[in-house]
Nanobody, 127 residues
């Protein structure tokens, strides 16, 4: 499956933004999906994930209460709605996917468990 992220941009602190990731090349409903981000000079970190089934979601503590991950399999797209953005949310946001589901919930936060990656979209939050 190929992933194409879009929707990044520049917003002031407290603003909102939704980034999208459209999949192609295979049935997206067969894949679990996640979002990661990488800020300048820092390692890539987990943001949120959503398995292909059961509707559960996983989020990093730093974004709980502010970010929401969702998916529309009919559109082969996973979304990340980001509210109350903070300057520390500034990063390149990457979507990722893995076929099926993880063996354990804890695997969803590990970027090494994902096989497919989008190109990234830049989100800049100004103070």
């Amino acid at each position: 499956v190929q992933l194409q992220a879009s929707g990044g941009g520049s917003v002031p602190a407290g603003g909102s933004l939704r980034v999208s990731c459209r999949a192609s090349g295979d049935r997206f409903s067969l894949y679990s999906a996640g979002w990661f981000r990488q800020a300048p000079g820092k390692e890539r970190e987990f943001v949120a994930a959503m398995p292909r089934t059961n509707g559960r979601t996983y989020k990093a503590d730093s974004v709980k209460g502010r970010f929401t991950i969702s998916r529309d399999d009919a559109k082969s797209t996973v979304y990340l709605q980001m509210n109350n953005l903070k300057p520390e949310d500034t990063a390149v946001y990457y979507c990722a996917a893995v076929f099926g589901t993880m063996y354990a919930d804890s695997f969803y936060v590990d970027d090494a468990e994902y096989d497919h990656w989008g190109q990234g979209t830049l989100v800049t939050v100004s103070s």
